[in-house]
C-alpha cells in the first residue's frame, strides 16, 4: 500500500513538468508574433504618416517604377479608384510619347503628308490636355477626397477614345513610314553611287582624252627614225627648188595641215590609190617646225605613186602668219589663256568633264587655224580641196572640182538631223551679237573634207570676218574653242550642201555606221577620240585605214606599229 502511493506520487510528478515545458515554448511563440505585430504596425504607420498623396499638376504621370509602386501601395489606404486613375493616365501618358515620336519621324523624314503631321500633333495635344479640363481637374487632381467614380469612368472614356484613334493611325502610318525610311535610304544610295559615277565619268574622260590626244611610242619613234636618217644622210634630203605643179590652177590641189607623219601618208596614199590621173593631183603638206625633217624624208623616200607631187612645208615658213595679224597668235599671248591651257593642276584637268577636250591647247593653234588663210598661202589658186589627216579616200575626187558652188565659198556635207548638229549647239545664243547675227536652227556642216573657191573667198573676204569674230571671242563667250565654230560663222551665208556620199563622219566615235554607207562613201572621217592609229582604235573599222599604210617601209615595221 505504501509502495503504489508512492508511485503514484512519482508519476504525478513527471507529468506537470511536461506540462510546464508547453506553456513556457507557446509563451514564447505569442510573444515573439506580438513583437512582429508591432514593428509591422510601426513600419506601416511611419509610411502612411511621410509622402502622403499628392494630386497631379504635370501633364505627364510619372512613370518610373518606384513611382507607380508608391501609388499603387498608398491606394491600399486611400482609394481604390486612385490606382484605377494611375493606370487609365499611365496609358493616356504611352500613347501620347509614341503619337509624338510618329510625328517627329515624320518631319525628320520629311515626308510630304502635313495632314496627316498635323492630326499626329493635335492628337498628342488633345491627350495631353485632358488632364486640365476643369471638371477632371477639380474632381480628379485638386481633391483631397475620395474620386468621383463617375467623373473617372467619363474620365476613362475620353482617354479609350484617344487611344483608340492613336492606335488606329499608328497602324494605318506604321507601313507608309516604314516604306518612306526605305525610300529615303534608297535616295541617300543613289546620290552617293550618283556622286561616284559622275566622278569615273570625269576620270574616265581625261584617261581617254589622254589616250586619244598623246603621241603614242610607235609614231614618235617613226619620226625619230625619219629624223635620223636625214643627219645620217643630208645630202640625200637637200631642198629643191619648187617645182611650177605647186602653182599649177588647172591642177587638182589639196591641202593637208599636219604633225603627223604616217596619218598625213595614209592621206596621200589613199587619195593616189583612186585617183584616175594621178599625175594631176598636187598635195600641199605644211606642218611645224619640229615635224617638219621628218615629213620631208618620208616623202622624199616614199614618193607618191602615178606621179603625183607632194609639197611640204612648215608653218613657219609664212612670214605673215604673226602676232599683228592673227588673232590667234596674239591671243596665245596673253597670260589668261596661257594659265587657262597651260597651268598644270589636275583639278583643272577633270573638273569639268563635258568641256575638257577644249583644254587642249592645239584648238588654237596656228596650224589648226591655218584653213583660214588659203587664199594667202595659195594665192595663184582658184580652187583647193582641204582634207584632215584622220580621213581615208575611197574613191576618185575629181568630180568635186566640176560641182558649181553657185558662187559659195565652202562645199561641205551638213551633218543635222532632228535638232543636233544646229548653231545653237556650237555658238552662245545668249549673248546678243550672235543671237542678232545667227539662226539658232540653222544646220551645221562639217570640217574634215571642204572644197573651197579661192576666189569667192576673196571677194566675199571671209579672212576679215573670220578675223573679226576671233577678235570678239577673246574672252570666249561667243563659242568655247576648236575651229568649226567660226567656221560657222566665217562661212554662214557662203556655204554650199554637197551630197552626204562625199563625206561620211563618225568612224573615230560611232560603233553603229552602216558598212553600206561606208561604202558608198568618197571620204570616210575618223573624227573622235578613236583614231585608226590609236590603240583605241574600233576594230570594225580600222583596216579601212590600215590597209592604206605602206608596210614595206622600213621604219614602219621598226617601229612595230602593230598594224
Known amino acids: 500500500m505504501a509502495v503504489a502511493v508512492r508511485g503514484s506520487r512519482g508519476g504525478g510528478g513527471g507529468f506537470g513538468l511536461v506540462s510546464s515545458s508547453l506553456r513556457s515554448f507557446f509563451s514564447y511563440r505569442i510573444f515573439v508574433s506580438a513583437m512582429f505585430s508591432l514593428l509591422f504596425i510601426a513600419t506601416l504607420s511611419v509610411l502612411l504618416s511621410t509622402n502622403p498623396y499628392t494630386p497631379h499638376h504635370d501633364s505627364a504621370l510619372p512613370t518610373t517604377g518606384n513611382a507607380y509602386v508608391h501609388r499603387t501601395f498608398l491606394a491600399l489606404k486611400s482609394d481604390p479608384l486612385k490606382t484605377r486613375l494611375d493606370l487609365i493616365y499611365k496609358q493616356a501618358n504611352d500613347h501620347m510619347t509614341l503619337v509624338n515620336s510618329y510625328a517627329a519621324y515624320a518631319r525628320k523624314l520629311k515626308l510630304e503628308i502635313s495632314k ?150 595614209v592621206v596621200v596614199r589613199s587619195v593616189v590609190k583612186n585617183a584616175n590621173e594621178p599625175w594631176k593631183h598636187v598635195f600641199h603638206v605644211v606642218t611645224d617646225r619640229m615635224n617638219l625633217a621628218a615629213m620631208k624624208v618620208w616623202f622624199k623616200m616614199r614618193p607618191a605613186d602615178g606621179g603625183a607631187h607632194v609639197e611640204v612645208k612648215a608653218v613657219e615658213d609664212f612670214s605673215f602668219l604673226n602676232s599683228s595679224y592673227v588673232p590667234v597668235l596674239r591671243q596665245l599671248e596673253s597670260a589668261n589663256l596661257q594659265k587657262f591651257y597651260f597651268e598644270s593642276r589636275e583639278e583643272n584637268a577633270t573638273k569639268d568633264a563635258s568641256n575638257m577636250k577644249f583644254r587642249n591647247p592645239k584648238y588654237l593653234s596656228m596650224l589648226n587655224h591655218l584653213r ?80 573651197f573657191d579661192l576666189d569667192a573667198w576673196r571677194r566675199e573676204k571671209s579672212t576679215e570676218q573670220y578675223h573679226y569674230w576671233q577678235n570678239l571671242n577673246e574672252d570666249r563667250t561667243l563659242w568655247k574653242l576648236g575651229t568649226l565654230p567660226p567656221g560657222l560663222i566665217t562661212f554662214y551665208s557662203t556655204t554650199k550642201s554637197l551630197d552626204k556620199s562625199w563625206h561620211v563622219l563618225g568612224l573615230g566615235y560611232n560603233p553603229s555606221i552602216s558598212m553600206d554607207a561606208i561604202n558608198r562613201a568618197s571620204v570616210i572621217h575618223y573624227n573622235g577620240n578613236m583614231k585608226p592609229w590609236l590603240d583605241i582604235a574600233m576594230n570594225q573599222y580600222k583596216n579601212l585605214w590600215t590597209k592604206y599604210v605602206d608596210n614595206d617601209m622600213e621604219f614602219v615595221q621598226m617601229c612595230n606599229f602593230g598594224l
Open 372 to 451: 583660214f588663210y588659203l587664199p594667202e598661202i595659195y594665192p595663184k589658186l582658184h580652187k583647193i580641196l582641204f582634207l584632215d589627216d584622220d580621213v581615208v579616200v575611197q574613191k576618185d575626187l575629181t568630180g568635186l572640182w566640176k560641182i558649181d558652188l553657185d558662187g559659195k565659198v565652202n562645199g561641205a556635207v551638213e551633218t543635222c538631223f532632228g535638232s543636233f548638229h544646229r548653231y545653237a549647239q556650237y555658238l552662245n545664243f545668249s549673248h546678243p551679237l550672235i543671237k542678232e547675227k545667227f539662226n539658232p536652227k540653222a544646220c551645221a556642216w562639217a570640217y574634215g573634207m571642204n572644197i
Open 116 to 265: 496627316q503631321l498635323r492630326m499626329f500633333n493635335d492628337l498628342a495635344s488633345e491627350i495631353s490636355d485632358l488632364q486640365m479640363k476643369p471638371g477632371y481637374r477639380t474632381s480628379l487632381f485638386e481633391s483631397d477626397g475620395p474620386v468621383d467614380e463617375d467623373v473617372l469612368r467619363q474620365f476613362e472614356k475620353e482617354v479609350k477614345d484617344k487611344v483608340k484613334t492613336a492606335r488606329a493611325m499608328v497602324a494605318e502610318s506604321k507601313e507608309n513610314y516604314d516604306n518612306q525610311l526605305k525610300i529615303q535610304k534608297l535616295k541617300d544610295t543613289i546620290f552617293a553611287v550618283n556622286e561616284l559615277l559622275t566622278k569615273a565619268k570625269k576620270n574616265g574622260a581625261f584617261a581617254s582624252l589622254i589616250a586619244a590626244k598623246s603621241a603614242p611610242k610607235s609614231l614618235h619613234c617613226l619620226a625619230m627614225r625619219l629624223v635620223g636618217e636625214m643627219i645620217s644622210n643630208p645630202e640625200k634630203y637637200r631642198d629643191e627648188g619648187p617645182k611650177p605643179e605647186f602653182e599649177d590652177p588647172s591642177l587638182y590641189h589639196y591641202a593637208i595641215f599636219s604633225d603627223n607623219v604616217i596619218a598625213v601618208s
